[in-house]
């Protein structure tokens, strides 16, 4: 069975850092292109990043390139996303989700496993 865990959210202010982390215990994640979305209060999810099984090729929405990177490390079969410079905009549930292969597109229903989600709150 294909479980994954996201932890790591948490209250910061805007400017600071968290990292997010996706486990995902029974299951090698490493065949798996790894996706984070995010949905905020009243809004549909949003793709945030990628990272793709084999080369790892990352991807990223426009509004969170060069302040987010995404990560994997297989030895720890997770993966993580370090956020930094974080906007109250940031703020939302965060997901991570699978796909076999590689990072094709945001698209929801590209995505066969899915958390259960992580609350990420940007505020002063």
């Known amino acids: 069975q294909v479980q994954l865990v996201e932890s790591g959210g948490d209250l910061v202010q805007p400017g600071g850092s968290l990292t997010l982390s996706c486990a995902g215990p029974?299951?090698?994640?490493?065949?798996?292109?790894i996706a984070w979305f995010r949905q905020a209060p009243g809004r549909e999810h949003e793709g945030v990043s990628c990272?793709?099984?084999?080369?790892?090729?990352?991807y990223y929405t426009n509004s969170v390139q060069g302040r987010f990177t995404i990560s994997r490390d297989n030895a720890k079969n997770t993966v993580y996303l370090q956020m930094n410079s974080l906007k109250p905009e940031d703020t939302g549930v965060y997901y991570c989700?699978?796909?076999?292969?590689?990072?094709?597109?945001?698209?929801?229903?590209?995505?066969?496993?899915w958390g259960q989600g992580t609350q990420v709150s940007v505020s002063s």
């Open positions: 990272i793709s099984s084999g080369d790892g090729t990352t």
């Open positions: 989700a699978a796909r076999g292969g590689y990072c094709r597109s945001f698209r929801v229903s590209e995505y066969d496993y």
């Open positions: 029974g299951f090698a994640l490493d065949y798996y292109a």
